[in-house]
């Protein structure tokens, strides 16, 4: 991507203890993006990985750009990527599966790299997809990157230091009226009829774009007032995002109300629902 001023690093996130691996992130975020924005229109092979999804030589392009970048800075880091999958470093071995039994260790630290999320608008030439990067130590996201090449937006947060966008601090407004929200939603058909006509019928419009982890970082700064799926997603698609929103002021978790973030969570299982907390509880009382 062309230099953009804004797509640095907050001065006030300088000096926190993974701002190293904030600024990798970002580094290899735009290697990602300018990858993505270069081939976006004039993709030669498209394939398709499941009957609805597909997968692009950007997707590959980008990962691989991303993993060296963090293999040259953090050699010893594990990393599940999307495309690539799960290793016990960045370029490693297989993992010996402790993190995903549950008893992760307080040290252990692994990448969570989607190199480009909402594929299918990307190979379509909809302008609706993104970069996400985050990092997990002891379990919990701490650092999360996501770019929209398409706009040049750039989400970023630090755990416990707040969420930005193009060098700004960003927070949900919070709206205090359930029938101003607007939600980016996405139910099951089988079973949810009701319910999902429930909810809308609650709110004034519900969305849904096709790349979770921008829309879940849009909820930081009231782009959407609310985030609800109900299962479909993995962790690459909510590592970053769902860190960007808890630190914009969002209460994030599954679509139980319990945590939503897990490493143990199975891929394609996971659900969430990211609203103000004036409105979070009412929400898993319309999907439940």
């Not at 993006?33 to 270069?38: E, M, Y």
């Not at 599940?80 to 470093?89: I, K, Q, T, V």
């Not at 650092?143 to 700004?168: I, K, N, T």
Request: glycine share 10%.
């Amino acid at each position: 991507m062309p230099h953009d001023p804004r797509h640095v690093m907050p001065d006030e996130l300088r000096g926190l203890p993974y701002a190293p691996e904030l600024e990798i992130a970002i580094e290899a975020a735009l290697d990602a993006g300018r990858i993505q924005l270069d081939r976006l229109g004039r993709l030669e092979r498209i394939v398709h990985k499941s009957a609805k999804d597909v997968v692009t030589e950007s997707d590959h392009a980008s990962e691989e750009a991303i993993l060296s970048l963090i293999r040259a800075a953090f050699p010893s880091d594990h990393v599940l990527a999307e495309e690539s999958g799960h290793s016990s470093a960045a370029g490693g071995a297989p993992q010996d599966g402790s993190a995903a039994a549950g008893t992760v260790d307080p040290n252990h630290r692994i990448w969570i790299v989607d190199p480009l999320d909402g594929t299918v608008n990307y190979a379509n030439a909809l302008p609706f997809y993104c970069v996400s990067i985050a990092l997990a130590v002891g379990g919990r996201p701490v650092v999360g990157v996501v770019l929209d090449p398409s706009r040049g937006d750039l989400y970023l947060a630090h755990a416990g230091a707040g969420a930005f966008r193009d060098g700004q601090r960003v927070r949900d407004p919070a709206k205090p009226r359930l029938e101003d929200v607007v939600c980016h939603l996405s139910l099951p058909r089988r079973g949810y009829v009701q319910r999902e006509a429930a909810l809308v019928r609650s709110i004034r419009v519900a969305r849904n774009f096709g790349s979770a982890a921008l829309a879940l970082s849009y909820t930081a700064e009231g782009r959407f007032d609310a985030y609800i799926q109900h299962g479909g997603l993995s962790l690459w698609d909510i590592a970053a995002a769902g860190l960007i929103a808890e630190e914009g002021g969002m209460r994030v978790t599954d679509v139980a109300g319990g945590p939503w973030f897990a490493l143990s969570m199975a891929s394609r299982s996971i659900g969430i629902v990211a609203a103000s907390p004036a409105h979070h509880g009412r929400f898993l009382d319309l999907i439940r």
